[in-house]
């Protein structure tokens, strides 16, 4: 045991820095543009999943159904190895194809969470709104999206941190991830302990960073409609009416 | 002004109207009462269409409001409509609510919204409340704030579907003053209530439905003075 930990040389983690330093770099830009996709994707598609229509409602569902229903990886994998050389002839490199597969496994996600959202939302807010001669649209972008948001908040958020993990799964097809790093330093010098700890205690202060904001958006917009009663972080909790 | 014919409005297998027919003049306050499940609320929801009709026609100023060529937001425009449950949007400032459909549907400038929207909060005694919000306001206040809301349309015609029967009992008298205040400057009404007394006193004609037919209708003196009809005499005996 005394050995163990006497062997242990973090001095090789540090000669590396750079590769950690990309990796977290990487890491979080493919989190940000898979989300930020993903939400824009996501709200059409759940949106389509609440549609009347026949052909918008089936598609959306085979999409939610097909991302939801096979693992990432293999998402991955086949738009890396697939999908991406066939239709472009050649790689469009490992960056981009994460990047593409986490948009689009994020956005079935989403669109989950966006059509549940919408759908908890009283039947009379939609005819209230359209009693008053708003056009369907009109009353989902002014009166339904903005309450459906609030209640958004707690799940997407739980879908952001899931991302920030899953994105790693992109070591696979070779995109410079955090993983990528500890595993270019796990193959240099033969030694496990080390890299995989860096890269564990990396992604767990990720994910304690944005668990805490999540947090914080949540008690913003929870509780009241009322503006002056939003909890800031460091304000008093507000007294009733 | 409105006029509805042989209108049949069914849920799957259930039928729920089973062939009304009806005429409203302008200015005219009809209020349509009748046991619970009767169709009443479903007999509302079909002229502004809130419900497909499953046969028949709904005519408003001339215009056929179940054709698939009108375009129904035009008409919805005209005719305003009071909720049960008020349906206020809890996340709009009682000023936002008022003025939302007025800037967005009939593209009225920001300042003139305003105005009109104190107008009628003055109107339904809620001036001071422009800047609440929804659940900072007792049952009777959201009912008159709904009521603004659908008066800022400038509609021609006011659907009520039982306006006061989810409020408190001394709530009731506030928004029930605001509909008569409005009937009073000649809005065409149609009322769907439970209480008698603003049957009795405002109403021009009463419809009492059943069973998903207009089973009997009079004016006030005629409908709770004789009752002609067997069914009408029986639930009256039983509301009054
Ligand atoms: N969306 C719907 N789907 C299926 N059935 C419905 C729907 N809306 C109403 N019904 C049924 O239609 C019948 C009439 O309902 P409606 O709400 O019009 O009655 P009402 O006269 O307004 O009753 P109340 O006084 O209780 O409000 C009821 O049996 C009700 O269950
Ligand atoms: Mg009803």
């Known amino acids: 045991m005394i050995d163990f930990i006497e062997g242990i040389r973090f001095d090789m983690i540090w000669s590396y820095k750079e590769y950690f330093i990309r990796g977290l770099w990487i890491t979080l830009s493919l989190t940000i543009i898979g989300y930020l996709g993903g939400v824009i994707l996501g709200l059409f598609l759940g949106m389509g999943k609440l549609s009347k229509v026949k052909w918008i409602y089936y598609p959306s569902k085979l999409y939610v159904d097909f991302f939801r229903g096979t693992p990432l990886l293999v998402q991955l994998l086949l738009i890396h190895l697939a999908v991406i050389p066939t239709i472009f002839g050649s790689s469009l490199g490992p960056f981009t194809s994460g990047a593409i597969a986490l948009v689009l496994n994020c956005a079935a996600y989403n669109a989950e969470i966006i059509r549940a959202g919408i759908q908890s939302i009283e039947k009379g807010q939609m005819e209230a709104a359209r009693s008053l001669g708003m056009p369907h649209k009109e009353a989902m972008r002014h009166i339904i999206l903005p309450q459906a948001f609030r209640r958004m908040i707690p799940p997407l958020g739980n879908e952001w941190i899931a991302l920030l993990k899953d994105s790693s799964l992109v070591t696979v097809i070779s995109a410079t991830d955090l993983l990528f790093a500890g595993k270019v330093v796990a193959g240099a010098y033969s030694r496990f302990w080390e890299p995989y700890i860096t890269i564990a205690i990396l992604y767990l202060l990720l994910t304690w960073v944005f668990t805490r904001i999540i947090a914080y958006v949540e008690k913003r917009y929870s509780n009241s409609y009322i503006p002056s009663q939003r909890r800031g972080i460091f304000s008093r909790p507000s007294v009733g009416r | ?66 054709d698939p060529h009108t375009d129904i937001n035009e008409i919805r425009k005209e005719v305003g409509m009071v909720f049960q449950r008020f349906n206020l949007f809890p996340h709009m400032s009682v000023l936002d609510n008022i003025t939302i459909a007025p800037k967005k549907i009939r593209k009225m400038h920001e300042v003139e919204a305003k105005d009109l929207a104190y107008q009628l909060l003055e109107k339904v005694g809620l001036r001071d409340k422009a800047d609440a919000y929804p659940e900072q306001l007792s049952g009777g206040q959201m009912q008159r704030v709904a009521i603004a809301r659908a008066l800022a349309m400038r509609p021609k015609i006011m659907l009520f579907d039982e306006p006061t029967s989810a409020l408190d009992p ?71």
Request: include cysteine; glycine fraction near 10%; hydrophobic fraction near 40%.
């Open chain 2, 1 to 66: 002004m409105i006029k509805i014919q042989g209108l049949h409005k069914s849920f799957g297998d259930l039928q729920v109207l089973k062939g009304i027919d009806c005429e409203i003049k302008e200015k005219e306050v009809v209020c349509v009462i009748g046991p619970s499940g009767s169709g009443k609320s479903t007999f509302l929801r079909c002229i502004n269409l809130l419900e497909d009709i499953t046969e028949g026609s709904v005519f408003i100023d001339g215009v056929r409001v179940n």
């Open chain 2, 170 to 240: 001394e709530m009731v008298k506030e928004v029930l003053d605001v509909m008569k205040q409005l009937a009073k400057e000649g809005m065409t009404m149609v009322v769907v209530t439970h209480e008698m007394g603003f049957a009795r006193e405002m109403g021009d004609r009463v419809l009492f439905m059943d069973e998903g037919i207009i089973m009997e209708e009079g004016t006030p003196t005629e409908v709770f003075g004789q009752p002609k009809n067997e069914r009408t005499q029986d639930f009256l005996s039983k509301v009054l």
